[in-house]
């Protein structure tokens, strides 16, 4: 097997972290393939907390080496503030590689997101403002900045003002902003250069090496299935594609290399920003679920803002493992639950007209779907402690048990706290 993509079954917030760290340490490689620094990994590990937003999930684990390949919305501030929040809590100095091919999140990508943002006002997207849509925009427009043009003054100033040109007529007519110059930007990315060097090559190489001498490889995506832009919620997704099936592009990694595909998914629901999530709670009910949540609460691990929550949701966890190819499930978060003596599930929506469906359906009629559930026993105890699947309550079990029924993948993986060790590997 020698790819293994680790990958988010729903809104994002799943538990990638968790699993990437916890299996890392069967692969060479752990590498990051789409989105920047505008989510988090939580990782629990013997080092302390921690929430990586741009470095993989392997930099703990010792002779992994982590690559930041081409596909990824690279920000160097970030990637330092990251690496030195680890050296500080005496994680030993990890084996990063950065993609000469990378491009660079640049202020300017943060300044329209905000821009942009605050002009949409009531219909914002509830962007985490880190400039992700901008990059993504400037990438296809031809207007990127790849990292190895770091490295190359008399380049770098002739890709700054190609992509200044346009935003210079945009910032003072629609946003009235005052209009940006390209040296003011110069100085601080050569600087940037220098500093990321040590760390730049051509990880596609790397990579495809690693494979020809039989190596295993670890894929870790960022968000969901349903932030994917041509699979999700559309417009509610983010700007880069969020499936396994991008690791190829955003890795290098060839197609068929990819043999095996975790999809996280969380034992109940959670979903950051806008756009609509059809098992939603409300009240004293969301309330509490999002207190007992995750390692600290479900709030964002890149904004502190609060989650939304609803119960599982099948319908769009199935749909999410199909497009994912899922060949296999992590379900996390079940120890959360123990509070609860009744579990509702949604097994099918209900759409405008009254008709019931078990299909994920397109945005368009989304919005109208209401969810019908089903009612599992709880188990009202605390789990967090079992290490094999026969230790937990037989309510438990049946509970992953009828949902890998609805999901229609096995469910190999059950995670019953944030920590390393609470994982229980069902074979
Ligand atoms: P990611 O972006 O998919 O890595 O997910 P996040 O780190 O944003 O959110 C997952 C949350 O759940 C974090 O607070 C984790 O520490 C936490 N977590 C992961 N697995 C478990 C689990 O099995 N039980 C509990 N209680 N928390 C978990």
């Avoid at 010792?62 to 990251?82: L, R, S, Y």
């Avoid at 003002?161 to 040296?183: C, F, I, Q, R």
């Avoid at 919005?367 to 089903?374: G, H, S």
């Amino acid at each position: 097997m020698p790819v293994t993509a680790i990958v988010g079954a729903n809104w994002g917030d799943e538990g990638k972290g968790k699993m990437t760290d916890a299996l890392a340490s069967q692969s060479k490689i752990v590498i990051r393939y789409q989105g920047g620094s505008n989510a988090g990994h939580t990782i629990i590990n013997e080092y302390g907390k921690f929430a990586l937003h741009l470095l993989p999930s392997g930099v703990f684990t010792p002779g992994a080496i982590n690559v930041i390949g081409p596909g990824v919305a690279f920000h160097t501030g970030d990637f330092f503030k990251e690496l030195e929040q680890l050296l500080a809590k005496g994680v030993p100095a990890p084996d990063i590689r950065i993609s000469d091919r990378a491009q660079l999140v640049l202020p300017y990508h943060q300044l329209f997101d905000e821009l942009e943002e605050g002009r949409l006002g009531d219909r914002q997207f509830g962007s985490t403002k880190k400039g992700i849509a901008p990059f993504y925009s400037d990438k296809y427009l031809k207007l990127g900045v790849q990292v190895a043009d770091l490295f190359e003054e008399q380049r770098l100033r002739e890709r700054l003002e190609a992509a200044l040109a346009a935003k210079n007529v945009l910032l003072p007519h629609l946003y009235g902003h005052t209009p940006l110059s390209a040296d003011d930007l110069i100085g601080k990315l050569l600087q940037d250069g220098a500093r990321l060097a040590p760390y730049v090559c051509d990880t596609g190489k790397l990579v495809r090496d690693a494979l020809a001498r039989g190596e295993q490889l670890l894929a870790e995506g960022q968000l969901g299935a349903l932030r994917d832009p041509d699979h999700g919620i559309y417009p509610f997704s983010t700007s880069s594609s969020t499936l396994a099936g991008f690791a190829t592009v955003g890795a290098g990694v060839p197609p068929a290399s990819i043999t095996r595909i975790v999809a996280v998914t969380k034992a109940y629901s959670s979903c950051v920003g806008a756009g609509p999530f059809v098992t939603e709670l409300s009240g004293d009910t969301a309330d509490e679920l999002r207190r007992r949540g995750g390692d600290a609460g479900e709030f964002g691990a890149t904004t502190g803002r609060p989650r939304r929550m609803g119960w599982f949701d099948a319908v769009a966890t199935r749909y999410g493992c199909e497009v994912q190819g899922a060949t296999e499930v992590a379900l996390t978060n079940l120890d959360v639950l123990g509070y609860l003596d009744a579990i509702p599930v949604c097994t099918a929506y209900e759409l405008a007209g009254g008709a019931h469906t078990e299909q994920f359906p397109v945005s368009a009629r989304l919005d109208e779907a209401r969810p019908v559930l089903r009612t599992l026993p709880g188990w009202n105890t605390d789990i967090s402690a079992a290490r094999q699947f026969a230790e937990l309550p037989p309510a438990a079990q049946q509970y992953v048990l009828e949902l890998e029924k609805l999901i229609g993948v096995r469910i190999r993986w059950v995670s019953v706290g944030p920590r390393r060790e609470q994982l229980i590997d069902r074979g």
